[in-house]
Structure formats: C-alpha cells, structure tokens
C-alpha cells in the first residue's frame, strides 16, 4: 500500500488533511485542481496501488463528478479499478459500488459497451454481497437493461442504414 519511492508519496500524505478539509467544506474547483496538480506531480513516478495516491484519484473523481467534468472523473475511474480489484477482492462491497460508480460514468457518456460489462462486473459481487433485492442490485439491472436496450436500438439503426 506504500509502494512506490517514499519521497514520491510523502506530499500526498501531508496534502490529505487541506484536501479532505476542501471536500468537507464541498470546496470541488479547489479540490480538482489541487488533487489534478499533485497527481501529474507524481504521476507515472507513483504506482497507482500506493494508498495516498488512491486516496487522491477518488478525491479526484468525487470533484470532478461535482463539477460535471464527467470526461475527467470516467479517466480517474478507470484509474481505480485495477487497484480496487487487488485491495478488495471479489466479492467485496467496496469494488461492487466503484464498479457501479465507472459504470454509470461510462453509460452518461455514451460508452454503452463498456458501461454493460462494467455494470456486470459490479452486479456480480453485489448480488452477493447485498442480495438480490437489495434497490443497489434492482438498479445495476435496470442499468444493465438500459445498455442491452440502447446496444439493440443502435444495431437496428446500423442496420437500417446499410439498407438505404
């Protein structure tokens, strides 16, 4: 959880305490920039499995799903995933709702092939994890269902247009 080089990590770790300051006070233009800055600060000199830089990818995607910068928050996401997966392992509530949390993104932005399996993924551990008739697994459904939907309108309108 503390790879990477010490020195690397050291400033996100004495950054977190102003940075969850500036989310408590809901702070989200200040928050996305000081998170954006430390991050590309660091950033390929840092694994992504170090924890503080973790910490400040959410804090990153929470801003960014704030501000409506939905582009920014699916790329911190996508980010988190590989990391959630190895610290929280299947079936785990915590990779379940982060998954959902991608997914959603992904369906809001047109990605409806990679928001149907993301959305897959995450109702796999959450049908476990909180149950089939928990409303979070009654929603990934219909958010499954939404993507297969709009897959089927669009492949008929594909077709559709190679008639004419």
Same mark, same amino acid.
């Given at each position: 959880m503390l790879s990477g080089n010490e020195s690397k990590w050291c400033p996100l770790k004495e950054a977190l305490p102003r940075l969850e300051g500036l989310k408590a006070e809901s702070d989200w233009p200040a928050l996305l920039e000081n998170c954006s800055q430390l991050l590309s #600060? /660091? %950033?390929?000199? *840092? !694994?992504?499995?170090? $924890?503080?830089? $973790?910490?400040? #990818?959410? @804090?990153?995607?929470?801003?960014s799903i704030h501000l409506g910068h939905w582009e920014e928050a699916l790329g911190y996401g996508e980010?988190? *995933?590989? +990391?959630?997966? &190895?610290?929280? !392992?299947? !079936?785990? !509530? /915590?990779? %379940? +709702? &982060? *998954? @959902?949390? +991608?997914g959603k993104l992904q369906h809001y932005l047109e990605h409806i092939e990679d928001a149907l399996d993301t959305f897959k993924q995450a109702f796999k551990i959450i049908k476990l994890t909180h149950g089939v008739d928990h409303p979070m697994t009654t929603d990934l $459904? @219909?958010?499954? =269902? =939404?993507?297969?939907? =709009? *897959?089927? &309108?669009?492949?008929?309108?594909c077709l559709r247009i190679e008639e004419n």
């Open positions: #600060t /660091v %950033g390929d000199d *840092l !694994p992504d499995e170090n $924890l503080y830089k $973790l910490k400040m #990818t959410d @804090m990153a995607i929470d801003a980010k988190t *995933l590989p +990391v959630y997966r &190895q610290y929280y !392992p299947d !079936p785990h !509530p /915590v990779h %379940g +709702v &982060q *998954l @959902m949390r +991608v $459904l @219909m958010k499954m =269902e =939404e993507c297969r939907s =709009e *897959l089927d &309108q669009k492949s008929s309108s």
